[in-house]
């Protein structure tokens, strides 16, 4: 309404270079409230998560730590795309902003590759959850213990002797675990024995359950 009422006074339209900033100055507060918008959006699509998750009486606790990490990244990222699409309509080159960008993004991303490959390792845990806090898990060499902590670079499990071993999130993720807090807690433990020929089968089973 106020862009329509000024483009319909005598004045205005006769100062086409104003009647043009106007125009862009509209636009880029209409590419303002779009990417706020979508920020806002983002916010409530993690949070309306985490309540449908609560609500199902699961533990967030550790869940939502790393949701708002998740989410401020996401909304870093929207409003940096925001901030070239306002900078693109004020006609400012943005080549060598994203050229810079480019090569900055390849340094850190050569120097942090191994932190890097931990963090994107401890978002893919998160979301597909083969280990969980509290967990008893079994690692690939043989060591087993309680998951204590699942961080964003490592996850931390404290061994049945009391120690604790800190295990980087990227050599989790592709390594053998076996959880044995699922499908469910309870477990079955095969134990070996045998008997001589000819014996009483019957008697042996119920020795066996005598003895369980």
Known sequence: GL?????????IKSARAFERN???FLTVVWIAILFWQAIVAVNR??????????QKGE?????????VVA???LNFALASVGLLFILRT??????PLLAGGALGGLVVGLALQGTLSDIFAGFDLAVDRPVRVGDFVKLENGEEGHVEEIGWRKTRIRLLSNNVVIVPNSRL??????????PEQETSVYVQCGVAYGTDLNKVKE???DVA
């Open 3 to 11: 862009a329509q009422t000024f483009a319909a006074l005598p004045a």
């Open 22 to 24: 106007f125009d862009t």
């Open 45 to 54: 699509s993690f949070a309306l998560y985490l309540e449908r998750r609560w």
């Open 59 to 67: 533990d967030i606790s550790d869940l939502s730590g790393r949701l």
């Open 71 to 73: 989410r401020k990244l």
């Open 90 to 95: 004020l006609d400012l080159d943005i080549t």
């Open 173 to 182: 993720s592709t390594s053998i675990v076996t959880n044995y807090y699922l």
């Open 207 to 209: 020795v066996l359950l």
